[in-house]
């Protein structure tokens, strides 16, 4: 099947935008157009050595930090001191031990 050649630039243009838009295989693309893949081709290294392709920004986001936390239970002369992330089981048998004394 024979492929048609591209009509100028503003079809050539129209047409990459179009395939950068799908982001699908290039031969693909020409295929499914019916255009002569070498003819775009070519417009599309004409167009590269006359203007770089525009930069895609990406937007990157850091998970936040967590904030410790921390508790103190003060016991006369005692003070334990936990974070958020102490285990409760834990915490209790502590408990336990300072109540005997």
């Not at 395939?19 to 693909?28: G, P």
């Not at 070519?42 to 508790?71: D, H, I, Q």
Request: aromatic letters at 6%.
């Amino acid at each position: 099947m024979a492929r048609r050649k591209i009509n100028g630039e503003a079809e050539a243009a129209a047409l990459l935008q179009e395939w950068r838009a799908e982001s699908v295989d290039f031969k693909v693309f020409c295929k499914e157009r019916g255009v002569d893949g070498r003819s775009l081709q070519c417009w599309r290294m004409n167009f590269g050595k006359r203007e770089p392709e525009p930069v895609r920004l990406l937007e990157l986001t850091l998970p936040r930090a967590k904030v410790a936390t921390s508790y103190r239970i003060h016991l006369g002369e005692l003070t334990l001191e936990v974070d958020d992330d102490f285990r409760e089981d834990t915490l209790a048998r502590l408990l336990t031990v300072v109540g005997r004394c």
